[in-house]
């Protein structure tokens, strides 16, 4: 049973911070790959951040320098820090885990707007 519950979104100012949150049930994390997808229908999906189970990060370059990703094993956790938002991060933002196929959480908006 793999459940993600995805938290943190909201409304922002450009040049403004957000850290979405994705906690998932059992022990997920400790060997799976996480990560973060962005879309709205009519946009292109985007792979905006992945972490794998030792820690290697890859990022898309759109975000590259201005997202981090990490996770918390002992809380199964996943997160991402967003900084120096701008308006082109408007999208939703949706957790998944790679367990032999791929889960997803149930989205998150993130608006950046002045």
């Known amino acids: 049973q793999v459940q993600l519950v995805e938290s943190g979104g909201g409304l922002v100012q450009p040049g403004g911070s957000l850290r979405l949150s994705c906690a998932a049930s059992?022990?997920?994390?400790?060997?799976?790959?996480m990560g973060w997808y962005r879309q709205t229908p009519g946009k292109q999906r985007e792979a905006v951040a992945t972490?794998?189970?030792?820690?290697?990060?890859t990022y898309a370059d759109s975000v590259k320098g201005r997202f981090t990703i990490s996770r918390d094993n002992a809380k199964n956790t996943v997160y991402v820090q967003m900084n120096s938002l701008k308006p082109e991060d408007t999208d939703v933002y949706y957790c998944?885990?790679?367990?032999?196929?791929?889960?997803w959480g149930q989205g998150t908006q993130v608006t950046v707007s002045s």
């Open positions: 998944y885990v790679d367990v032999h196929k791929r889960y």
């Open positions: 972490i794998t189970g030792d820690g290697s990060t």
């Open positions: 059992g022990s997920i994390f400790n060997i799976n790959p």
